[in-house]
């Protein structure tokens, strides 16, 4: 006989019905209902879903929720995180403000800084475009043919820049542009320096737009070469 219908020896034992809370004697082992109506009933009824607990935002303890979009376990804790929300308030208030503030030459040393960030990393196994420096035995830097101080229209030009060491050749001898020009006209082609030249004697003054604009694309060539 199956352990679930096996009669018990002792017929005195009582419990109470899970349905009805009533005592009943217990006739078969394991036996939880009083009777096969209580059993029906138990099972039509719906099981009660687990209660949802959230993380406090600000101690990471988990909780119950009293109230909708409730965000905190405590009362100490809802005075933390109105203090942290108070504060990332003035920070995002002082960005606007300084946003707000930000000059033309701002967005242009912006857009240079992800620029020259973005010819390191292309150079990075390239040695030096002045003295033929291998990779390891300098700091990388990006150096440009024409400068860009002066020569704003080609500053984030990618045939103006290029793999140089920083301490020896574009500090020390500002450039090594005697060295600089055969190497880059070998790497590039007499006929694209040619066209960087043309566009350097072009004024062009970029607008906030367009450094914006130059300083996301790089942002994800930079990317797209690390992921290789």
Known sequence: MNKSVRRLTNKNKKMRCKNCNIKFEVVYFNQKFCSNECKHKEEKQPKKKAKRLYKCKQCNTPFERMKPLQ????PICAIGYSKVLEAKKQRKETRDLKQQM????DYYQEALK??????RERDR????ISCDALPGTYRLTSGHYFPQGQNKSVALDV????SQ?????????SGNLAEYY???IKKIGQQRFDALEQRKNTLKKYSIPELIEIKVIFKDKIKTLKQK
């Open 102 to 105: 930000k000059t033309w030459m």
């Open 71 to 74: 965000a905190v376990c405590s």
């Open 114 to 119: 992800v620029f020259n960030s973005y010819i």
């Open 182 to 184: 055969p190497r880059l």
């Open 165 to 173: 060491c920083w301490f020896n050749c574009n500090k020390n001898k």
């Open 159 to 162: 045939d103006n820049a290029h």
């Open 125 to 128: 196994l390239q040695p030096c």
